[in-house]
C-alpha cells in the first residue's frame, strides 16, 4: 500500500503564497505521474496541476496555469505544489495523488488510484 501525506496548508491572504508538500511512503510507487486536486465546499473535485515521473512536463489547469507550480524530488520522494498571487477563490482541500503511467497527466480525478488525507488552505480577501 502507499501512503502520501500532504502538508504546507494554512490562511493566507490575498496576493500571498504557500508551499504544499506531499511525500510518499509503503510500497515503492512505479515511477508515477502526481497530480494536484482541489475540492472547495459544495464544488466537485478539481484538477489544479500534475507533473510526470521524470519532472520534464507539467500541466495546469487555467485557473491556476502563470500562478501555480508543481515540481518533485523523486530522491525524497516528495512533490511540491508552490502558490503564488493566491486568490480568495483558491479556497479549497488540496489533495495530491499518484497516477501508474509516468509519462501521462491525467486531469480527471478517476485516473488515480492513490490519494492523500487533503490539506486545507484558505485565502482572505
Known amino acids: 500500500q502507499v501512503q502520501l501525506v500532504e502538508s504546507g496548508g494554512g490562511l493566507v491572504q490575498a496576493g500571498g503564497s504557500l508551499r504544499l508538500s506531499c511525500t510518499a511512503s509503503?510500497?515503492?510507487?512505479?515511477?508515477?505521474?502526481m497530480g494536484w486536486f482541489r475540492q472547495a465546499p459544495g464544488k466537485e473535485r478539481e484538477f489544479v496541476g500534475g507533473i510526470n515521473w521524470s519532472g520534464g512536463d507539467t500541466y495546469y489547469s487555467d485557473s491556476v496555469k502563470g500562478r501555480f507550480t508543481v515540481s518533485r524530488d523523486n530522491a525524497k520522494n516528495t512533490v511540491y505544489l508552490q502558490m503564488n498571487s493566491l486568490k480568495p477563490e483558491d479556497t479549497a482541500v488540496y489533495y495530491c495523488?499518484?497516477?501508474?503511467?509516468?509519462?501521462?497527466?491525467?486531469?480527471?480525478?478517476?485516473?488515480?488510484?492513490?490519494w492523500g488525507q487533503g490539506t486545507q488552505v484558505t485565502v482572505s480577501s
Open positions: 509503503g510500497r515503492a510507487l512505479s515511477r508515477p505521474t
Open positions: 495523488a499518484s497516477h501508474w503511467n509516468g509519462g501521462l497527466i491525467p486531469t480527471t480525478p478517476n485516473s488515480y488510484n492513490y
